[in-house]
C-alpha cells in the first residue's frame, strides 16, 4: 500500500532566485497562497539546496508554475542536478530577467510570479518563506502540471531492473527516480538529488 501522504495533491513548480550576480533554481512543489490583500506566497525549501542558501541572502525570488506542456527535461536540469557544481543557468535561454532581478523560467510554464520575502521560518529540515507578490505574469493557458500529472505523463515510466549483475538490489526514489545499490537501505538516508527521505524509496522487483 502507498504512503497516504501521497494522495495530498500538488502543484510544480521552478523556484529562482539570484544573489551576488549567481542565478540558481530548484523544483519544488510547495507553493501556497497565503493572503490576498496583499497577494503573499509561501513556500518551503530543503534548507540542503542551494536556491534556499540564496533566498536567505537576497530575500527574493520567482516562481514559475510548471505547465501539462513541461518535459522531462526541465524536471532533470533544475531538480537533478546542484547548483553548487553546475551552473543551471550557463546555457539555458528559456527564461528572462523580471524586475526583482531573478530568471522567470519560459519553457514549459503557464506563469511567473515573484516574490520579496518577508518572513522566515526555520522548520528542521527545511526553511519556509513568506512573502509578497511584486510581479506576475500569464505566460500561456496551457494547465498548471500537478505532481500525479507528472508521475503519469511526464515521468518516464521505471523499467524493472530487479537485482544487478552482483546480485544487489536496487531501491529507487519515488520523487525524483534516483537508484540507491544495496541490500538494505540505510533508514536516515537522504536522496541525494531531490532530498526525500528513505521513507519515500521503493525496493525494485522483477
Given at each position: ?6 494522495n ?5 513548480y ?14 519544488c ?22 536556491t ?10 520567482t ?22 557544481t553546475?551552473?543551471?543557468?550557463a ?6 530577467r ?19 520575502v ?22 500561456s493557458?496551457a ?20 537485482q ?22 540505510p ?20
Open positions: 500500500m502507498s504512503n497516504p501522504l501521497f495530498i495533491q500538488y502543484g510544480l521552478v523556484i529562482t532566485t539570484c544573489d551576488g550576480g549567481r542565478d540558481n533554481g530548484c523544483i512543489n510547495t507553493v501556497v497562497q497565503v493572503t490576498a490583500q496583499p497577494n503573499r506566497l509561501s513556500v518551503a525549501l530543503n534548507k540542503e539546496n542551494y534556499t542558501e540564496l533566498i536567505q541572502r537576497s530575500g527574493r525570488f516562481v514559475s508554475i510548471i505547465s501539462e506542456k513541461a518535459d522531462f527535461e526541465l524536471f532533470k536540469h533544475f531538480g537533478f542536478q546542484s547548483g553548487r553546475v551552473d543551471k543557468f546555457n539555458f535561454t528559456d527564461c528572462r523580471v524586475s526583482n532581478g531573478t530568471l522567470a523560467v519560459t519553457r514549459g510554464t503557464n506563469t511567473y510570479l515573484s516574490v520579496d518577508e518572513q522566515t521560518i526555520d522548520l528542521g529540515t527545511h526553511i519556509l518563506f513568506i512573502g509578497i507578490i511584486t510581479e506576475m505574469e500569464t505566460l493557458d494547465p498548471s502540471a500537478t505532481y500525479n500529472f507528472y508521475q503519469e505523463n511526464i515521468k518516464p515510466k521505471p523499467q524493472a531492473v530487479g544487478t549483475k552482483e546480485g544487489k538490489t536496487i531501491w529507487r526514489c519515488a520523487i525524483c527516480g534516483y537508484e540507491y545499490e544495496g541490500e538494505e537501505l533508514a536516515d538516508f537522504i536522496c541525494p538529488l531531490c532530498k526525500h527521505p528513505a521513507s519515500d524509496f521503493e525496493k525494485i522487483i522483477m
